[in-house]
């Protein structure tokens, strides 16, 4: 990613639009999306579709995957994945990765949002690596360089109940003090016993951008610290290029702690609390001031801020990410420090609307680069 | 000694009514059958209650989204906008907006408050306290916070009004903020004035419980608030941050984690109790978990109100 402005997918796409029971609808988008985004052999598949029970779940998944390799190649991003197409969610599918982990049940998250949670009840281990197999699909087929997203090992512990630190740790008369201390033994032990080992096996597939997703990393302003040590512990003596997506909080708690981060990129939302309306002066991008606070403390990685909010369906012309990015670089004191993404993954939208979304990205960031 | 045990909040959702809800949702079911659904575990919470022998039982508040909806839904001038964390749980919550005067239009008692459960003179509602609600609104109404605040004062006053011709025995102000946050002293001036507003129109036992901080963030000036119990999150605090001071009043003691699926040891609680019963001199003691059960699975928090109903009986046998 040398060039001003690099463009990076981050998170997952909605699932591909031929995954579907309707047959006569899996047929016509596969066939649409085959063709516009040139997915090698789509006709065979047209032809599997067609067929009662030709195509196994894996093969399936198989195609899912590849059109969304090349959904996120044909709008031009210059890192990509596959629209995490294999996945429906980033915790219980992990877990099951795990020893020292049993489920309790269900937990709401919001209305009726729900998740199946754990709880560690022994020292964690990791039982056989994860997403493997995914990857050396996507690196097969890949004609960009790839980087491969991986729930972050706070995340995992934060989302989880905890009834073997705090047990063991246990001194009532100050609980506070006792479930930080487990937490972070909890987070730690994670990091050094599951993502660690995980992320070396994904390094020797050839992995070579990987990405920690840690949406609880600032959900708890006093453990700030506990993330970022669980994120260098996670990535200790590994080789690769190691980003951070944190979305959808307060930044300004994640600091100073988050200068000792060893990540290249820290991939955050903007979009989401920003204007529509073009320009670069700071009442036009008062979801980008945060980045101010990235500057003055003297942050020394590269920032992804949002550029596209993944909550709506309203396409951002392509002049808006260039202002959006223009105005980042400013704050920021520095162009290369900005590398272009959405706020989060677009897996709540259309593909119609998410590739639009993603055409923009593009084309905005090569307006950006023209005008510097 | 003399004991009183109650929940603290939203029971935790059954998989069966989170299934109703989805399905109604997508028109696979009707609003009547999600209605038996329902009522099924409300009666199912309400008798778990019964069961362990609690003080107060409350109808579980299964179809409360979160502790603000029902009561936003019910005034005029508020709007919910997108998801907001609620404090530091992987929970969220709708954010009320004003965008006009707040003014009362429904009563929870329309549809969110299942009294039929619960013998006449045993029922525990409860209710956001005000300033919790007003700080993790958003203001685009009014001028001052202080005048929002005030408005959702008055609604408050209304819905205790009508749920106490239910024949309440309790009603809970639950102010996570308060222990979350250390307010300044301006703030804890209003955030008693306007609880002193509701204070004004009730007379069954009314409960200030704080949770999601240390009993120091609130301790200091809650003795001090228009209530009859102040509730504390002893699962955040050292019994030293309670029995320093000089305790006037009742305490509800959140002693059962309400945040973690394991099992507290029945034994160790009661010592706890009794030892910050003992320091603060107090002859009555409130028992409670420290915050609301909906962060649990259903069956760990069926368990957790049988083990309220252990301790309150443990507790009740000291002398």
């Given at each position: 990613?040398?060039?001003?402005?690099?463009?990076?997918?981050?998170?997952?796409?909605?699932?591909?639009?031929?995954?579907?029971?309707?047959?006569?609808?899996?047929?016509?988008?596969?066939?649409?999306?085959?063709?516009?985004?040139?997915?090698?052999?789509?006709?065979?598949?047209?032809?599997?579709?067609?067929?009662?029970?030709?195509?196994?779940?894996?093969?399936?998944?198989?195609?899912?995957?590849?059109?969304?390799?090349?959904?996120?190649?044909?709008?031009?991003?210059?890192?990509?994945?596959?629209?995490?197409?294999?996945?429906?969610?980033?915790?219980?599918?992990?877990?099951?990765?795990?020893?020292?982990?049993?489920?309790?049940?269900?937990?709401?998250?919001?209305?009726?949002?729900?998740?199946?949670?754990?709880?560690?009840?022994?020292?964690?281990?990791?039982?056989?690596?994860?997403?493997?197999?995914?990857?050396?699909?996507?690196?097969?087929?890949?004609?960009?360089?790839?980087?491969?997203?991986?729930?972050?090992?706070?995340?995992?512990?934060?989302?989880?109940?905890?009834?073997?630190?705090?047990?063991?740790?246990?001194?009532?008369?100050?609980?506070?003090?006792?479930?930080?201390?487990?937490?972070?033994?909890?987070?730690?032990?994670?990091?050094?016993?599951?993502?660690?080992?995980?992320?070396?096996?994904?390094?020797?597939?050839?992995?070579?951008?990987?990405?920690?997703?840690?949406?609880?990393?600032?959900?708890?302003?006093?453990?700030?610290?506990?993330?970022?040590?669980?994120?260098?512990?996670?990535?200790?003596?590994?080789?690769?290029?190691?980003?951070?997506?944190?979305?959808?909080?307060?930044?300004?708690?994640?600091?100073?702690?988050?200068?000792?981060?060893?990540?290249?990129?820290?991939?955050?939302?903007?979009?989401?609390?920003?204007?529509?309306?073009?320009?670069?002066?700071?009442?036009?991008?008062?979801?980008?001031?945060?980045?101010?606070?990235?500057?003055?403390?003297?942050?020394?990685?590269?920032?992804?801020?949002?550029?596209?909010?993944?909550?709506?369906?309203?396409?951002?012309?392509?002049?808006?990410?260039?202002?959006?990015?223009?105005?980042?670089?400013?704050?920021?004191?520095?162009?290369?420090?900005?590398?272009?993404?959405?706020?989060?993954?677009?897996?709540?939208?259309?593909?119609?609307?998410?590739?639009?979304?993603?055409?923009?990205?593009?084309?905005?960031?090569?307006?950006?680069?023209?005008?510097? | 000694?003399?004991?009183?045990?109650?929940?603290?909040?939203?029971?935790?959702?059954?998989?069966?009514?989170?299934?109703?809800?989805?399905?109604?949702?997508?028109?696979?079911?009707?609003?009547?059958?999600?209605?038996?659904?329902?009522?099924?575990?409300?009666?199912?919470?309400?008798?778990?209650?019964?069961?362990?022998?609690?003080?107060?039982?409350?109808?579980g508040m299964l179809n409360w989204h979160d502790l603000f909806r029902?009561?936003?839904?019910?005034?005029?001038?508020?709007?919910?906008?997108?998801?907001?964390?609620?404090?530091?749980?992987?929970?969220?919550?709708?954010?009320?907006?004003?965008?006009?005067?707040?003014?009362?239009?429904?009563?929870?008692?329309?549809?969110?408050?299942?009294?039929?459960?619960?013998?006449?003179?045993?029922?525990?509602?409860?209710?956001?306290?005000?300033?919790?609600?007003?700080?993790?609104?958003?203001?685009?109404?009014?001028?001052?916070?202080?005048?929002?605040?005030?408005?959702?004062?008055?609604?408050?006053?209304?819905?205790?009004?009508?749920?106490?011709?239910?024949?309440?025995?309790?009603?809970?102000?639950?102010?996570?903020?308060?222990?979350?946050?250390?307010?300044?002293?301006?703030?804890?001036?209003?955030?008693?004035?306007?609880?002193?507003?509701?204070?004004?129109?009730?007379?069954?036992?009314?409960?200030?419980?704080?949770?999601?901080?240390?009993?120091?963030?609130v301790i200091p000036y809650a003795l001090d608030f228009p209530v009859?119990?102040?509730?504390?999150?002893?699962?955040?605090?050292?019994?030293?941050?309670?029995?320093?001071?000089?305790?006037?009043?009742?305490?509800?003691?959140?002693?059962?984690?309400?945040?973690?699926?394991?099992?507290?040891?029945?034994?160790?609680?009661?010592?706890?109790?009794?030892?910050?019963?003992?320091?603060?001199?107090?002859?009555?003691?409130?028992?409670?978990?420290?915050?609301?059960?909906?962060?649990?699975?259903?069956?760990?928090?069926?368990?957790?109100?049988?083990?309220?109903?252990?301790?309150?009986?443990?507790?009740?046998?000291?002398?």
């Amino acid at each position: 990613m040398e060039k001003l402005f690099p463009t990076m997918e981050v998170g997952s796409l909605s699932k591909a639009p031929f995954i579907t029971r309707d047959k006569k609808r899996a047929i016509r988008e596969a066939k649409e999306w085959g063709e516009r985004l040139q997915v090698e052999n789509w006709a065979s598949l047209i032809e599997a579709l067609n067929t009662e029970n030709s195509l196994t779940p894996k093969e399936l998944q198989d195609w899912a995957s590849l059109y969304g390799i090349r959904f996120l190649e044909s709008a031009g991003l210059d890192v990509i994945y596959d629209g995490e197409q294999r996945r429906k969610e980033m915790y219980e599918y992990p877990v099951n990765f795990i020893e020292g982990f049993e489920f309790r049940g269900i937990v709401k998250v919001w209305d009726s949002e729900f998740y199946r949670k754990a709880a560690v009840i022994a020292r964690p281990r990791l039982r056989e690596p994860y997403h493997l197999d995914e990857f050396l699909f996507v690196k097969k087929h890949a004609r960009r360089a790839v980087k491969i997203p991986i729930t972050g090992a706070y995340t995992l512990a934060d989302w989880s109940f905890d009834e073997y630190y705090v047990r063991n740790i246990g001194y009532s008369n100050d609980p506070r003090r006792a479930k930080r201390d487990a937490k972070h033994e909890f987070v730690l032990e994670l990091a050094r016993g599951v993502i660690r080992p995980n992320i070396q096996k994904l390094i020797e597939a050839g992995a070579e951008y990987i990405q920690l997703d840690e949406p609880a990393a600032a959900a708890k302003p006093d453990e700030a610290d506990i993330f970022v040590e669980s994120f260098n512990e996670s990535i200790k003596g590994l080789d690769a290029v190691f980003v951070v997506h944190i979305c959808y909080t307060n930044y300004a708690w994640l600091f100073p702690h988050l200068l000792d981060l060893r990540a290249e990129i820290v991939s955050i939302s903007c979009s989401n609390a920003d204007t529509r309306e073009l320009g670069v002066a700071d009442t036009k991008r008062p979801g980008f001031r945060v980045l101010s606070i990235f500057r003055e403390q003297g942050a020394e990685f590269k920032v992804a801020p949002g550029v596209v909010d993944v909550h709506t369906d309203f396409i951002e012309p392509p002049e808006l990410v260039r202002d959006r990015l223009l105005y980042s670089a400013k704050v920021l004191g520095d162009d290369e420090k900005v590398v272009a993404c959405n706020d989060c993954g677009l897996r709540t939208r259309r593909w119609e609307v998410a590739y639009e979304k993603q055409l923009s990205l593009t084309r905005g960031a090569a307006l950006a680069r023209k005008t510097m | 000694m003399e004991v009183r045990a109650y929940l603290t909040g939203q029971f935790a959702k059954p998989e069966q009514l989170i299934k109703a809800y989805r399905d109604r949702a997508k028109g696979k079911i009707s609003e009547q059958t999600l209605d038996e659904v329902l009522r099924k575990h409300v009666r199912e919470v309400v008798g778990v209650q019964y069961a362990s022998g609690l003080t107060y039982v409350s109808d579980g508040m299964l179809n409360w989204h979160d502790l603000f909806r029902p009561i936003v839904e019910g005034v005029g001038g508020l709007e919910v906008n997108g998801l907001a964390r609620w404090f530091d749980n992987n929970f969220f919550y709708k954010k009320p907006i004003a965008v006009g005067e707040l003014q009362f239009r429904r009563s929870i008692t329309e549809g969110y408050v299942f009294n039929e459960y619960v013998k006449h003179g045993e029922l525990k509602v409860i209710l956001p306290d005000p300033f919790t609600i007003a700080s993790m609104s958003e203001n685009q109404y009014y001028k001052r916070f202080e005048d929002m605040l005030f408005s959702y004062a008055e609604i408050l006053a209304e819905h205790v009004v009508n749920v106490e011709e239910l024949g309440v025995a309790q009603i809970q102000l639950s102010a996570p903020y308060m222990a979350f946050t250390r307010l300044s002293g301006d703030e804890v001036e209003m955030a008693s004035e306007a609880v002193r507003e509701i204070r004004k129109r009730t007379r069954a036992e009314l409960l200030l419980h704080t949770f999601y901080g240390p009993a120091s963030n609130v301790i200091p000036y809650a003795l001090d608030f228009p209530v009859d119990v102040v509730g504390v999150d002893m699962t955040l605090s050292k019994p030293r941050e309670v029995t320093d001071y000089s305790i006037t009043k009742p305490l509800c003691l959140g002693v059962l984690d309400g945040r973690n699926s394991m099992l507290e040891d029945v034994r160790a609680l009661v010592k706890l109790c009794k030892r910050i019963a003992d320091d603060a001199g107090l002859r009555l003691l409130h028992v409670a978990p420290n915050c609301e059960l909906e962060l649990l699975p259903y069956e760990i928090a069926l368990r957790k109100t049988r083990l309220l109903g252990e301790l309150n009986k443990a507790l009740g046998e000291v002398e």
